[in-house]
């Protein structure tokens, strides 16, 4: 989910980041995914690149733990529910399972970069849900609230990719499946809830659950590359509002996260 703010995060710690990904790429990548099973292998390879590129740099390792950390919440989170022969509705079983298999396979290849790691997790956020992987609709709140973290952590880190468009296509082929669980969650979450304004996608700084208003903080900015785009055209705020995602910075995310991870 967070593969641009892994390279984000990589270049201050090294101002050449960029570079040594771009020379990597050039002599491996190409190798590793030019066949017909590129689908399949790119994100392994990705994760053997950026391994070879700074295995003696402590600090990048630090930053890829941070993003396996995120990538471990979503998949055990989506594996206890899938796990769950009660929890979830007949018509979404399949598309949360689909869901939990992805998460899965981003932690595999986050794994193959840094190596394993034993976390524990508190579904009740700090004591403050009860019935997280019990109740639908608490799941697939919290679900939303994820999804849409993850997405915005995206948002604005494309142009440490830019010099190296092999990875920045495998990056982006990764940002769009996260896109689309954040739509097919929000989706499922108005109809479970009857609720007329969540849609696929992001509307203001409109949360589904208050606990986590900090995901949607700053979403309602209406001013794009220096241009307020107030009023353009006669569009409404909220239109223009769903136009565009904002940031989350690695701060930002983290004490969102924090109380999940035990």
Request: proline residues 2%; aromatic residues 8%; charged residues 20%.
């Amino acid at each position: 989910m967070d593969i641009f703010k892994i390279i984000d995060e990589l270049q201050k710690i090294d101002g050449d980041a960029v570079g040594r990904l771009e020379h990597a790429s050039r002599r491996h990548f190409m190798n590793r995914v030019g066949s017909k099973i590129a689908s399949v292998a790119a994100p392994m390879a990705f994760a053997t690149i950026v391994n070879k590129a700074y295995a003696q740099s402590a600090a990048a390792v630090d930053v890829l733990k941070f993003a396996l950390t995120l990538e471990y919440l979503e998949a055990a989170f989506y594996k206890i529910a899938v796990d769950s022969p009660s929890l979830i509705p007949a018509q979404y079983k399949s598309s949360i399972a689909l869901i939990g298999k992805h998460e899965a396979q981003h932690v595999a290849y986050l794994e193959a970069a840094v190596g394993k790691m034993d976390l524990k997790f508190d579904w009740t956020y700090g004591g403050k849900l009860t019935d997280t992987h019990t109740n639908f609709k608490t799941f697939i709140t919290v679900a939303c609230a994820l999804e849409d973290t993850g997405v915005r952590a995206y948002k604005g880190q494309a142009g440490a990719l830019m010099k190296d468009p092999t990875i920045l296509q495998v990056a982006l082929q990764v940002h769009s499946v996260e896109a689309r669980h954040a739509a097919q969650v929000r989706r499922i979450f108005a109809i479970e809830n009857n609720s007329a304004v969540t849609k696929g996608w992001i509307t203001g700084n409109q949360s589904p659950i208050a606990l986590v208003q900090a995901v949607y903080n700053g979403e309602d900015n209406l001013t794009q590359g220096g241009v307020n785009l107030k009023g353009l055209a006669g569009k409404s705020d909220a239109a223009i509002s769903e136009a565009f995602d904002e940031t989350l910075s690695k701060e930002q995310v983290l004490a969102i996260a924090g109380p999940f991870i035990g």
